[in-house]
């Protein structure tokens, strides 16, 4: 094979708007197949392959007879889940987590970006910078573990400043009321900075003459920005909400598992923990995956409201 | 009109003014928690337990990093996080960078199916059970392999290493090929060579990943040899495990306590991300930046 494909003519035009048929492109190139196959084999392997994998949530599945042995369900998994005592608990609070997420962790970045980029004083503005992108690099496990610390009533320094301003000590993570404060304060601490890159990236591409013509029509700062930086970076901002409206009901379940207690089940249970508490620690395959293909569903709804959301906010923006 | 432009720049001082106090303050707010943390594993605990503790550290001692370093596995646990993170890495780029390669050639056969095939579990995967069955059935259940191979490709970086790849001229490949090259040579010889702004981009983008990575480690892996640092660090600073043995009674004179203990544990955990982190940072802004503009 490789004798032919050195023995070809190798032009350049002809080379690469060539419409040859399916063989003989293959025999031409077969090297740069070759270079595609390690890339394609992992996605066979771990992306397509387990979604077959998604017919467990029609089976009562039983993991050492497999499918044949297994028997065939129907709907049967997805009925229970959306009867079961659960599904109430964890839809509510995945949409509710999922939308304070939405209105505290998606603007912040943006009000963020556009504060940073408007100090003058450039030293300061370094330093925000860095300071707020730091926690980005933390693990989860780490930012969960000082979470915890500092709300414990007992050493958190939190309960310590509470209690210097003459409050009580507050069980932060064991009273329900307070799981979702803390995992949207927590989150937005992590994220972000580096949620603000991209719009300070955004902010720094806008024309500078723009702005200098908005001075010299008498416009103060809040109009600039009003004018000038907010509509300058609206397009960037309706791609990131779209973006993360999509991952949206996927909630940071890997934070909230590390966070959440039986008592706090009530406001923090979602969707994913409820999906990795049945399936993984108690190896009910067939329910929880019903569970997650009803999560990846509404997932799925959300992202079309976002589309046609984005749709009418584009036409008033202009691409 | 000289009286409206004078109007302006005070209005601007006292605006500048406010966004420089604006910065500071959130600076404070943000760098905080890290600063506490690092104060309090330094403090004698009698201080940090009693909320004495709270703008600079009391009673300096080395105690609770003593205690911290002896605890069981955490070597072995760092040095599992150092290996995950260089042989994922070196794994992930020959994945990413050789897909990425080929679907950045028009010529290939089929690109547009293939990238779409790629593309297309961003959106939509299979989710958390049926991964984990597949990694049963491929018998990868408690092996570094899993771990390692299991999570080769980041989608996401895909995109970003093959936008790359698009961006440089065709000409030099056309060149290539006539001196009679193949796509191979012009991979290795060509391309990766003038790809080392976005190699180093993906590069630590993959980096970060690996050396946080913490949700499948924890479910894939049970034997504790094998754990990564961090599947480690939720046993001792989440549910604090090891701590629950010594009854938490502090003294005026105790040098450590869990809390310290914990607090110090998070300080060795977080050093190696904050040595990085100025060689990383630059980097991010890039490819974070590309990434947007594709996205």
Redesign the interface.
């Known amino acids: 094979m490789s004798k032919t494909?050195?023995a070809l003519p190798?032009n350049?035009r002809s080379?690469?708007k060539?419409s040859s048929k399916?063989s003989k492109?293959?025999r031409r190139?077969w090297?740069?197949?070759?270079?595609?196959l390690?890339?394609?084999i992992?996605?066979i392997?771990?992306?397509?392959?387990?979604?077959?994998?998604?017919r467990?949530a029609f089976y009562d599945f039983n993991?050492f007879k497999g499918f044949s042995g297994s028997t065939f369900v129907g709907l049967d998994n997805f009925i229970q889940f959306i009867q079961g005592a659960d599904f109430t608990r964890t839809v509510t609070n995945t949409l509710m987590i999922a939308f304070w997420q939405l209105v505290i962790c998606f603007p912040i970045p943006i009000i963020?970006a556009i504060?940073?980029t408007?100090?003058?004083?450039k030293v300061?503005?370094k330093?925000?910078q860095?300071?707020?992108?730091?926690?980005y690099?933390?693990?989860?496990?780490?930012v969960?573990?000082?979470t915890?610390?500092?709300l414990?009533p007992?050493?958190g320094?939190i309960n310590?400043?509470l209690?210097?301003l003459g409050f009580e000590p507050i069980y932060f993570m064991v009273k329900p009321e307070y799981f979702r404060g803390v995992y949207t304060t927590m989150t937005l601490?992590k994220t972000?900075?580096?949620s603000a890159?991209?719009y300070i990236?955004?902010i720094m591409g806008i024309d500078q003459q723009l702005y200098e013509a908005a001075?010299v029509d008498?416009a103060?700062?809040w109009k600039q920005i009003k004018h000038v930086t907010i509509p300058g970076i609206l397009p960037?901002v309706v791609?990131?909400l779209v973006?993360n409206i999509?991952k949206m009901v996927k909630v940071g379940y890997?934070a909230i598992?590390?966070l959440y207690k039986p008592t706090t089940y009530s406001t923090g249970d979602v969707i994913?923990t409820y999906?990795?508490r049945t399936?993984?620690q108690n190896g009910n395959?067939g329910l929880?995956?019903a569970a997650?293909?009803f999560?990846?569903f509404v997932a799925?709804i959300l992202?079309v409201l976002a589309n046609k959301i984005s749709k009418r906010l584009s036409e008033t923006s202009l691409w | 009109m000289a009286k409206?432009d004078k109007l302006?720049t005070r209005?601007?001082k006292i605006?500048?003014g406010v966004?420089?106090v604006?910065?500071?303050i959130?600076?404070?707010v943000?760098?905080y928690?890290?600063f506490?943390?690092l104060i309090?594993s330094f403090s004698k605990p009698i201080f940090?337990?009693n909320?004495d503790v709270?703008f600079w550290l009391k009673g300096f001692n080395f105690e609770s990093y003593k205690q911290a370093f002896m605890k069981d596995g955490i070597w072995i646990a760092y040095g599992n996080t150092m290996f995950y993170t260089i042989a994922g890495v070196v794994v992930n780029m020959?994945?990413?960078t050789?897909?990425?390669?080929?679907?950045s050639?028009?010529?290939?056969?089929f690109r547009k199916f293939?990238t779409l095939?790629?593309i297309f579990?961003m959106?939509?995967?299979?989710?958390?059970?049926?991964?984990?069955?597949?990694f049963?059935d491929?018998n990868l259940l408690d092996t570094r392999t899993a771990i390692i191979?299991?999570?080769?490709?980041n989608t996401y970086n895909?995109v970003i290493m093959k936008s790359f790849f698009e961006q440089i001229p065709?000409s030099l490949e056309?060149a290539a090929?006539?001196d009679?090259a193949?796509?191979?040579k012009i991979?290795s010889k060509i391309f990766l060579p003038l790809s080392k702004p976005a190699l180093a981009t993906v590069g630590m983008f993959y980096a970060?990943t690996r050396?946080?990575g913490?949700?499948w480690a924890m479910?894939l892996l049970q034997d504790d040899n094998k754990v990564p640092l961090?599947v480690l660090?939720?046993k001792l600073?989440?549910d604090k495990v090891a701590n629950e043995t010594e009854a938490a009674i502090v003294t005026a004179n105790s040098l450590y306590s869990p809390?310290t203990v914990?607090?110090s544990i998070?300080i060795i955990?977080?050093i190696p991300?904050?040595i990085?982190?100025p060689f990383?940072?630059k980097y991010?802004?890039k490819g974070?930046?590309v990434g947007?503009v594709k996205?």
Do not use: H
Not at chain 2, 98 to 103: E, G, N, Q, R, V
């Open positions: 494909s050195k190798i350049n080379y690469v060539s399916f492109r293959f190139d090297d740069l197949f070759l270079l595609l390690p890339g394609l992992w996605y392997m771990f992306a397509y392959k387990p979604m077959i994998g998604l467990t993991i963020l504060a940073v408007e100090m003058k004083n300061v503005s330093i925000t860095t300071a707020t992108f730091l926690p690099f933390i693990s989860i496990v780490v969960c573990g000082m915890i610390n500092f414990s007992s050493t320094v310590f400043i209690q210097k601490w972000a900075g580096f890159i991209v990236a955004a001075k008498g103060g700062k960037i791609v990131m973006l999509g890997e598992l590390l994913a999906v990795y399936g993984i395959y929880a995956t997650g293909l999560e990846a799925l992202v | 409206s302006v209005n601007e605006f500048n966004m420089t604006v910065g500071i959130i600076s404070i943000a760098f928690p890290i506490y943390v309090a940090v337990e909320g709270m020959f994945f990413t050789t897909m990425a390669y080929a679907l050639r028009e010529r290939l056969i293939f095939m790629a579990t959106w939509f995967n299979a989710g958390m059970i049926p991964l984990y069955m597949a049963k491929y191979v299991g999570f080769a490709i895909l065709k056309e090929f006539i009679g193949n796509n191979l991979f970060v050396w946080n913490y949700f479910n961090q660090l939720k600073i989440v809390t914990i607090y998070i955990a977080i991300m904050m990085a982190y990383v940072q991010f802004k974070a930046t947007a996205g």
